[in-house]
Structures are given as C-alpha cells and as structure tokens.
C-alpha cells in the first residue's frame, strides 16, 4: 500500500501538463484569428473612409460647378430668354392611347359663342317654340317663362335693373343670345339634359325672344339670323379695369377715421329668388331681416274642378263655364280665381268683369294698367276679349307675356268662366 501514491503522482503530473500543453495551443489559435478579424475591420474601415473621402470631393466639385453655372446666369443679361427655351422635342413615345376622331372632337366641341361660332343647322320657330316650352320647360318656368315658386324667372324685367332687387332674365339681363342657346343645348330640360334637337334649342329660344317682347309671334331663329337680335342689355356689360384703376388705391393703408358707428344687415340671402334646393314649388312666408324667411310648399288655391263645382254661375251659361275652364289651364300657372285665390305673377281674376283695370288689392301693375286706373277704364267683356286675343296689342308695354288666345270659342269660354267667380 505504501507504494501506490508513488506510482499515481507521475501519471496525474504527465496528464496535467499535456492538458496545460493543449490549453495553451488552443488559447494562441483563438488570439490568432482575433488579430486576423479586428485586421480586417480594420481594413474596411479604411476602405470605407476612402470612399467617403472620394464622395466628398465629388460632392464638393458639383458644388462648385453649380456655383459658376448659377454666377454665369445671374451675369447674363436679364431678358430671361435663356429660361424659358422650349422643352425639348422627343420623337420617341409612350405607346399609349391614339388620337381622337373627328367624331369625338365634334362630340366635346359643342360651345357656342357670342359672334355664333359652333351653331349647328336648324330652326325653330315662335309657335314650335311655345309647345315645346309647355311640355319640356313650363312646369320650373312657368307656360310664359314667368317663374314657378322659386325657380327662375326667363321674361320681363326690363325696368328693373336699377333696383335694389332687379329681375335679370334673358330679355332684361343677358348680353348675348348665344348664352341662351348654348346653356340651354347643354343643361336643359331639368334632369334630361342633351335630349333637346337643335331644332328644338332654336324654337325654345325664339320662344323665349317672344315672351320678352324681342321678335313677333311669327319669327323664326336659325343659324342664319342668330346674330341680328339685339338683346337689350348688351351694352351694360364693360371690361373689368380694376386692376389698372383701383387695385393700388386698396393696398394703401386703410382708413381708420369717420367709420359708421354700426353695421347692420339689410338683406339676407334668403329673399334672393333663386332656385330652390330641394326642387319643385316653394313660397317664401314673411321674414325680416333678423328673422330668417320659412319656406314651404306652395299650396295652390281651389282651382279646375272644385272651384267649379263651387263657384257659383251667376247665371252664365254652365256648358260655356265649362269649356273655360279647360282652356283656364294656360292661364292659371298665373292667375288664381276661386275662394282662397290669391295673386301671383298675375292679378286674382274674381270679379273682374265690371271693375276698373289695375285695382286688384296687393298686386304692382306694369305703367300701362296703372294709366288705366287712373283713367278709371272698366274691363268689359269686348275688352277682355281683345286683351285674351292679342295682351300687347291691347295693352301696349304689359308684363304679361303670352302670345294670346286664338280660338274665339276657347275666348268666350274664358270669359264666361271668369265671370263664373265674383268678389
């Protein structure tokens, strides 16, 4: 026993110092490829630094370059010629789309112009006109153009434009006939635009040259006399000189002194007649100019069938009344007879055989009626006969614009129904 740590000592020292002998070899191997990994950093690093060395000399060499360029033009003679040269023709393309055909040009290129540049050929004349009206543009603009509800008003006005409120229609306001046609070729009628012939545009239009008292019942508008009407506003139109006249005198300091001692408002947007939003008839109620207008739907008084089964004859012969009364329906969309009835762009008709022109309560008569009032001239049944045959001829200078009634049957009838509904 006492010789065995003798013979174990040897082999745990030998076995030690072969593991001392391999820990060392490993330890220099791993410090070697260390050395060999931070040289290569090392060198990419340097690499790095040398192109970006490079770059900024470039970067500073383009600096320079723009430098000179941008002291050359600034030395260059101020005419700027030199910068606005055209930009350079490519003859190589996209490949992409085609031109348009002739017809698709001629599809687009539908605007007309005041000198009638881009009228097509047609013609239409005043009675076409009338018919076309009632059935494509009568129900917003009434059967003689003068408004329903709040939608615009197309004839009469003429003495208006001076007013606080002018009435600016296609007689009274528009400088240019083509205005009419064109915009009514391309928007008209309400929700079916496009559907109008040019034919059809044209009668529409001398339609409405007669309803403001610009041509005769028996004109005809074509290509060819377009541009001999006259409108009678084309000349209160003038060039906007703003800009050479008074756009200095604003960019003074402003006046501070004498200013009013209140602002206060006069009118709001509201009264405005203009088209109404949600379409179809609306009234405007009482309103101030603190308190915002109602609107409403309009509410047509007893007309047609219940007016006639209420009102009474008076003696008038009951076939004759009713016969009016078909032929009333191109005389209500202005006039009201009936209990209830009420003015609108015309006078209420009750009782009007027997009284003196121009006296309907609330309602502004053109001068010619109130001559008449002051004259004390009576309606008769002659003279309403010859006021339903021919209103201008009868009344030179009248508001109402309609064309007349031709038939002596329908004329009789209307009188007779008129007379139907007294005060």
Not at 88 to 95: F, H, L, M, R, S
Not at 118 to 130: I, R, W
Not at 298 to 313: I, L, N, S
Request: hydrophobic share 40%.
């Amino acid at each position: 026993m006492s010789k065995s740590p003798n013979l174990f000592i040897p082999a745990i020292g030998g076995t030690a110092l072969v593991l001392g002998l391999a820990y060392g070899l490993s330890s220099r191997e791993y410090g070697e490829d260390k050395i060999a990994s931070l040289e290569t950093r090392v060198a990419q690093v340097q690499a790095n630094a040398e192109q970006a060395a490079a770059q900024a000399q470039e970067g500073a060499a383009e600096v320079d370059r723009l430098q000179a360029a941008l002291e050359e033009l600034q030395a260059a003679p101020s005419t700027g010629a030199d910068l606005t040269q055209p930009a350079p023709v490519i003859d190589a393309t996209y490949g992409l789309g085609r031109p348009a055909l002739p017809e698709e040009v001629a599809a687009w290129n539908i605007d007309v112009l005041p000198d009638g540049r881009g009228l097509p050929a047609g013609s239409g004349d005043v009675f076409t006109g009338e018919e076309v009206f009632v059935e494509k543009c009568a129900s917003c603009h009434g059967d003689f153009a003068e408004g329903v509800g709040n939608w615009p008003v197309l004839a009469g006005g003429f003495d208006t434009l001076a007013n606080e409120d002018p009435v600016k229609t296609v007689g009274s306001y528009w400088p240019y006939l083509s205005t009419a046609w064109d915009y009514i070729n391309r928007s008209m009628p309400f929700g079916e635009a496009g559907t109008l012939t040019a034919d059809e545009t044209y009668a529409i239009v001398a339609y409405l040259m007669y309803s403001n008292s610009m041509v005769d019942d028996d004109f005809e508008l074509s290509q060819d006399n377009f541009l001999e009407v006259e409108m009678y506003n084309s000349d209160g139109f003038v060039v906007d000189d703003r800009p050479e006249l008074e756009y200095a005198q604003w960019r003074t300091e402003p006046c501070m002194t004498n200013c009013k001692p209140s602002v206060e408002i006069t009118m709001r947007a509201t009264f405005l007649d203009v088209t109404p939003d949600g379409g179809g008839d609306s009234v405007m109620n009482d309103g101030t100019a603190t308190e915002t207008p109602v609107f409403s739907a309009a509410a047509d008084a007893t007309t047609g069938d219940d007016a006639a089964a209420e009102a009474d004859t008076g003696g008038v012969d009951p076939a004759l009344v009713a016969a009016g009364e078909g032929a009333f329906r191109q005389c209500k969309s202005c006039h009201q007879v009936g209990e209830g009835a009420s003015n609108r762009t015309g006078p209420v008709l009750n009782g009007i055989l027997g009284q003196t022109m121009g006296t309907v309560d609330g309602f502004r008569y053109s001068g010619v009626f109130q001559d008449a009032a002051d004259a004390g001239t009576v309606w008769t049944e002659e003279s309403l006969a010859a006021f339903l045959t021919d209103p201008r001829g009868a009344m030179p200078g009248t508001k109402m614009s309609f064309r007349g009634v031709r038939d002596e049957a329908d004329i009789a009838g209307l009188i007779a129904y008129i007379q139907s509904f007294a005060d």
